[in-house]
């Protein structure tokens, strides 16, 4: 039997943290032969994460450009992507989650022919505008994929509700707690600036990035940021700022001039995630941390209205705050002051994953076809 062809495409940083277990796993199977496009999307944060997991792309697109939009992005992805399918002839393409670049793999594999594997399918807010352009990518790129490895049973349901057919749909757990089992350590060394840090004191690590967030909202959750660092003497925000400069001008403005505030550029993975694990709290819009944060036991207060992940609200490891000034103040308020309110948030168990994604997704990918005999079982949560 001929071997299975398998194409990873991804371009961003957070795609790059969640194939980065599946890229590995597909190496170590002797009947894949896999490859890895990547199109640079996000170049910088990008690579720090190729290097991290010793992940060499086969081909790189290199399409970021200064003051790049959604256009310049589908555009240079797309014809790209068909110059090396037509070259490569892949079985299957993998894409991840919900970039620009998800959308416009699964878009070339398409007019290629070429089946299309979704992994972190599923996840809706049933809003196309928020978050923006993610749900629609996710939404457009569910309605092109063959195979769908659903992180979630609430993402199957989701699925199913658009009428994918169930034996299309495989249930994995999130990737994402794959590549933080592989990161996270207890005697990890920071260095740089972040050696500086007090972790004796209670560390709350702030990230916001989200457009529709951009101006005002994100200027009243800087404000519930100072009142905060300005009333407990005990506490230290670290803040790894976003390139954007709409979110650096105003982080600037409202924190810039504050003690034990530490603005710092992106932080690459592997110190990020080993930060998470030393904070006391979360305050982010990323829908990635919603998954990764409850997973080591620490509370998330998530900065929007809706969120593609209504999983951890149910369970208990998130909390929607939204970006009012009062709301987002009190919220951490209760979890600095109110142990009973943090342990709560804090020992809810997580439902993401156990570690096991990759294994689950390629074991499914060899059972369609026909490497395996039997259907993989899926996460339970």
């Given at each position: 039997?001929?071997?299975?062809?398998?194409?990873?495409?991804?371009?961003?940083?957070?795609?790059?943290?969640?194939?980065?277990?599946v890229v590995l796993e597909l190496a170590r199977h002797s009947e894949i032969e896999s490859r890895v496009t990547v199109t640079?999307?996000?170049?910088?944060?990008?690579?720090?994460?190729?290097?991290?997991?010793?992940?060499?792309?086969?081909?790189?697109?290199?399409?970021?450009?200064?003051?790049?939009?959604?256009?310049?992005?589908?555009?240079?992805?797309?014809?790209?992507?068909?110059?090396?399918?037509?070259?490569?002839?892949?079985?299957?393409?993998?894409?991840?989650?919900?970039?620009?670049?998800?959308?416009?793999?699964?878009?070339?594999?398409?007019?290629?022919?070429?089946?299309?594997?979704?992994?972190?399918?599923?996840?809706?807010?049933?809003?196309?505008?928020?978050?923006?352009?993610?749900?629609?990518?996710?939404?457009?790129?569910?309605?092109?994929?063959?195979?769908?490895?659903?992180?979630?049973?609430?993402?199957?349901?989701?699925?199913?509700?658009?009428?994918?057919?169930?034996?299309?749909?495989?249930?994995?757990?999130?990737?994402?707690?794959?590549?933080?089992?592989?990161?996270?350590?207890?005697?990890?060394?920071?260095?740089?600036?972040?050696?500086?840090?007090?972790?004796?004191?209670?560390?709350?690590?702030?990230?916001?990035?989200?457009?529709?967030?951009?101006?005002?909202?994100?200027?009243?959750?800087?404000?519930?940021?100072?009142?905060?660092?300005?009333?407990?003497?005990?506490?230290?925000?670290?803040?790894?700022?976003?390139?954007?400069?709409?979110?650096?001008?105003?982080?600037?403005?409202?924190?810039?001039?504050?003690?034990?505030?530490?603005?710092?550029?992106?932080?690459?993975?592997?110190?990020?995630?080993?930060?998470?694990?030393?904070?006391?709290?979360?305050?982010?819009?990323?829908?990635?941390?919603?998954?990764?944060?409850?997973?080591?036991?620490?509370?998330?207060?998530?900065?929007?209205?809706?969120?593609?992940?209504?999983?951890?609200?149910?369970?208990?490891?998130?909390?929607?705050?939204?970006?009012?000034?009062?709301?987002?103040?009190?919220?951490?308020?209760?979890?600095?002051?109110?142990?009973?309110?943090?342990?709560?948030?804090?020992?809810?168990?997580?439902?993401?994953?156990?570690?096991?994604?990759?294994?689950?997704?390629?074991?499914?990918?060899?059972?369609?076809?026909?490497?395996?005999?039997?259907?993989?079982?899926?996460?339970?949560?």
């Amino acid at each position: 039997m001929e071997k299975l062809k398998v194409m990873s495409i991804f371009g961003t940083r957070p795609e790059a943290i969640k194939m980065a277990p599946v890229v590995l796993e597909l190496a170590r199977h002797s009947e894949i032969e896999s490859r890895v496009t990547v199109t640079a999307q996000h170049r910088e944060m990008l690579d720090q994460v190729l290097r991290l997991f010793n992940i060499r792309p086969d081909y790189d697109l290199n399409i970021m450009s200064d003051g790049q939009t959604l256009f310049d992005i589908t555009s240079r992805a797309l014809l790209g992507l068909d110059k090396i399918l037509t070259e490569t002839k892949p079985d299957v393409i993998l894409v991840h989650g919900d970039t620009t670049t998800t959308f416009a793999g699964a878009l070339a594999a398409f007019y290629h022919q070429i089946e299309v594997g979704h992994v972190e399918a599923g996840l809706r807010t049933q809003n196309k505008f928020s978050p923006y352009p993610e749900e629609m990518n996710r939404r457009l790129t569910g309605s092109l994929a063959d195979l769908n490895f659903a992180p979630t049973l609430t993402a199957k349901e989701n699925l199913l509700r658009e009428n994918i057919a169930a034996d299309k749909i495989f249930v994995t757990g999130n990737t994402v707690i794959d590549a933080l089992y592989q990161t996270v350590r207890d005697d990890f060394n920071f260095s740089g600036e972040l050696a500086q840090i007090d972790f004796d004191k209670k560390i709350i690590l702030v990230t916001t990035h989200r457009r529709e967030n951009l101006g005002e909202p994100l200027r009243h959750v800087y404000k519930a940021l100072k009142a905060l660092v300005e009333e407990f003497p005990n506490v230290e925000i670290i803040f790894p700022v976003h390139k954007n400069p709409k979110v650096r001008e105003v982080v600037k403005e409202e924190l810039g001039h504050l003690d034990r505030v530490f603005l710092t550029d992106p932080i690459d993975y592997e110190p990020f995630a080993n930060l998470m694990n030393r904070a006391t709290l979360i305050m982010t819009d990323s829908g990635g941390l919603q998954e990764e944060a409850p997973a080591l036991g620490k509370p998330v207060l998530v900065l929007r209205d809706t969120t593609e992940r209504p999983e951890a609200v149910d369970a208990g490891t998130v909390k929607l705050v939204g970006t009012n000034r009062d709301d987002v103040y009190n919220a951490a308020k209760i979890l600095l002051t109110d142990s009973a309110a943090y342990k709560k948030m804090a020992e809810a168990q997580s439902p993401y994953g156990d570690g096991l994604a990759a294994k689950r997704i390629v074991k499914a990918l060899l059972w369609r076809h026909k490497f395996l005999s039997q259907r993989p079982e899926e996460f339970l949560g």
